[in-house]
């Protein structure tokens, strides 16, 4: 009788095991289906590759050996994988060696179960993904580490699903382009677009042009040798890299070494601000385009993928009205305008970039009908997108998905290169590739850089490759919470460097208080930072300030919002009530703890008066839910003016806002009165 109630018991603990699995993996796969079975992580976890493959393979795998030892503190004797292992644990399958292009097949195959995890793709590309998400996989219980029992079927959406990092404006060295390498390769991304020039800075050695860099980086560049590194080392883990050469603006770099380029006279140093600046490449002079054939062929050559980017974004044209020659030049080429004139430059560019064997990319600025539907367009417009695939161009999503602006991950986790509504045929949807997260470098720096990409890139990540259904906000939020940690094991700092600045800022005394207030505190979305007149950015500027440090998508603010919507639904729910009960005392009383750190800090006072209005209006919270417990009516006038409270508390100040307002406005609001 025993024996039967411990087979039942063993069968039903089994049976929930099973139905309470949920996808901890992001992306989530395309077919992912859990069984009972759990394939236990010990010492003599171990891996085998089968011939034939690639040593991208190899490498990957012994990557992920070293990456599971530091997640389990286990001594794993396998320290390196090899095709022949006794008794392996894992068996990889490689098909063929892919190659790293547009549409390669990138699809796998994971089985695991109590005995043995196997993993079979077509292209070593392939088993690249089956890895990370096997990684994502790994769990624990209080005795063990395991893989949970399952079978994956997994393929991407879309073959373009890009991350363009902007070394022009503030310049990002090799290692970090790395470690971002390592965080896109955790979340199947493809494509790092390396923004090289701007007004602000020329990134890479021209051993053609020296100038450009000697004079055009104040010695922030990449030289071809560390070029060629980053690229290897791309490659080696499937990811394609596309360089963004912007002209005919966004060049004041340039002109500094080579002014005869420019279509103005002056004279011409690098830009320290920001914004659509005048100087402009002169598209009437011959000389420009065999500058630019010579210069071309050099970095065609550097750079082996078939796309090269040339911006082409943002020219203003005044520079163009004012010079005599140029309008000169439209008249005898019957140039209607600075458009035409554009298009012809473009045309130059695309006869140059074609001779070298490479396909042109450009921004939505220069997507016009006339030009060859091979030039693929990267849309950052409203509306660029659909004009460009119904003009038959084929088509890159970046509009949504600038990742710099601040916003959360759920606004970029809601735009879909394909929604259901889009106005386009089969045919014209074929040409949409994918997507890009963009960061634009304005007003980030090395130290901060990856607290504005990670972990928020791997939603658009999830979009570009999961399934159009794939749509749970809050399924995707704890699993990109989740992967914030994970990433740290990859060298990247969005967790680490935030304390790191709130350490300098209180000249090392407690950052308790200091991080309790940032916790709740997000910097102001959009590009209000750079056009705000309460302070004017530069290169040169700091970026230390509390507005660095905080975070866009605040997850203690985000928790808080969530639960207050979750307590309003469940009529009053106790445990709830004292959970927020818990957060708005902490806010009301860590005012006056900050306030010392303050005044001993100049830095800090310009969030002075911020700390002081959450400390009040989470007092208010404290009583709305007193009123909302007992059923109590609140005075006359008392919500009126808490709202009048909250709504002064809801201006930014120091660049930050409190992320905790929509759930403290939500708990007076339902106060009656």
């Known amino acids: 009788m025993c024996k039967k109630i411990a087979i039942i018991l063993f069968l039903a603990l089994n049976y929930f095991s099973l139905f309470s699995q949920e996808n901890k993996v992001i992306p989530a796969p395309k077919e992912l289906s859990f069984n009972s079975s759990r394939f236990i992580v010990n010492n003599d976890f171990s891996v085998v590759v089968k011939a034939p493959a690639t040593s991208r393979v190899y490498d990957a795998a012994t990557r992920m050996l070293s990456r599971l030892k530091g997640r389990t503190s286990m001594f794993i004797s396998q320290y390196k994988v090899f095709n022949d292992y006794p008794d392996p644990a894992m068996q990889i399958a490689v098909e063929k060696p892919g190659k790293n292009v547009l549409y390669e097949d990138e699809s796998y195959r994971l089985t695991i179960d109590a005995k043995k995890i196997e993993l079979k793709a077509v292209t070593d590309l392939g088993a690249i993904h089956g890895i990370e998400t096997l990684l994502q996989l790994l769990q624990n219980d209080d005795n063990s580490y395991y893989f949970p029992g399952c079978t994956i079927q997994d393929s991407p959406r879309f073959p373009w699903r890009g991350l363009l990092i902007d070394v022009g404006r503030h310049f990002m060295p090799v290692d970090l382009?790395?470690?971002?390498?390592?965080?896109?390769?955790?979340?199947k991304m493809n494509v790092l677009h390396l923004h090289l020039t701007e007004d602000q800075g020329f990134r890479i050695e021209s051993k053609a042009f020296p100038k450009l860099h000697q004079l055009g980086s104040e010695g922030q560049f990449f030289t071809q040798e560390q070029i060629k590194d980053i690229i290897a080392y791309a490659d080696a883990r499937g990811i394609r890299v596309i360089p963004e050469f912007d002209m005919p603006g966004h060049t004041s770099s340039w002109f500094v070494g080579y002014p005869e380029l420019a279509s103005g006279n002056g004279n011409y140093s690098l830009e320290d601000k920001f914004g659509i600046l005048l100087p402009t490449m002169n598209p009437a002079k011959e000389s420009t385009y065999q500058f630019l054939d010579t210069f071309l062929r050099e970095m065609t050559a550097l750079f082996?993928?078939?796309?090269?980017?040339?911006?082409?974004?943002?020219?203003?044209?005044?520079?163009?009205?004012?010079?005599?020659?140029?309008?000169?030049?439209?008249?005898?080429?019957n140039l209607a305008d600075n458009q035409a004139l554009q298009a012809y430059f473009n045309k130059?560019?695309?006869?140059?970039?074609?001779?070298?064997?490479?396909?042109?990319?450009?921004?939505?600025?220069?997507?016009?009908?006339?030009?060859?539907?091979?030039?693929?367009?990267?849309?950052?417009?409203k509306d660029g997108l659909v004009a460009s695939a119904k003009n038959g161009f084929p088509v890159v999503l970046s509009k949504g998905y600038y990742i710099d602006l601040a916003q959360p991950a759920e606004f970029h986790y809601k735009v879909d290169p394909l929604p259901d509504s889009i106005a386009l045929s089969d045919e014209q949807k074929k040409l949409i590739l994918g997507g890009e997260a963009t960061m634009w470098s304005e007003i980030v720096t090395e130290e901060t850089i990856d607290s504005r990409l990670w972990p928020r890139t791997g939603a658009i990540a999830e979009r570009l490759w999961s399934p159009a259904s794939c749509k749970n906000v809050t399924s995707?939020?704890?699993?990109?919470?989740?992967?914030?940690?994970?990433l740290e094991e990859l060298g990247l700092t969005h967790e680490k460097n935030g304390d790191m600045i709130l350490r300098r800022l209180t000249g090392g005394s407690d950052i308790g208080p200091l991080k309790t207030f940032v916790d709740v505190l997000e910097p102001i979305k959009f590009y209000h930072r750079v056009s705000t007149k309460e302070v004017r950015y530069t290169t040169h500027s700091p970026f230390s300030r509390v507005v660095d440090a905080a975070k866009p998508d605040a997850k203690v603010a985000r928790d808080f919002n969530t639960l207050v919507d979750t307590f309003m639904k469940s009529n009053n729910n106790s445990k709830m009530a004292g959970e927020l009960k818990g957060y708005l005392k902490r806010w009301a009383n860590n005012h006056q703890f900050l306030e010392l750190t303050i005044h001993e800090n100049p830095s800090l006072r310009e969030i002075?008066?911020?700390?002081?209005?959450?400390?009040?209006?989470?007092?208010?919270?404290?009583?709305?839910?007193?009123?909302?417990?007992?059923?109590?009516?609140?005075?006359?006038?008392?919500?009126q003016n808490s709202l009048g409270q909250i709504k002064q508390a809801a201006k930014s100040r120091g660049q930050v806002e409190i992320a905790v307002i929509k759930g403290i406005r939500q708990l007076v609001e339902n106060v009656k009165q």
């Open 304 to 333: 082996p993928d078939e796309y090269f980017h040339i911006g082409g974004d943002e020219n203003n044209g005044k520079e163009w009205d004012a010079n005599p020659s140029i309008q000169e030049f439209k008249a005898l080429n």
């Open 177 to 187: 382009i790395k470690h971002n390498i390592d965080g896109m390769v955790a979340v």
């Open 608 to 639: 002075e008066s911020l700390s002081s209005d959450l400390a009040e209006i989470s007092r208010l919270g404290i009583q709305a839910l007193v009123f909302l417990k007992t059923n109590r009516h609140s005075k006359d006038g008392w919500r």
């Open 348 to 381: 130059r560019i695309l006869d140059i970039l074609t001779k070298y064997g490479k396909k042109m990319m450009g921004w939505d600025d220069i997507m016009l009908p006339q030009l060859p539907k091979n030039i693929v367009i990267q849309s950052w417009r």
């Open 476 to 486: 995707m939020y704890k699993r990109l919470d989740r992967l914030g940690i994970q």
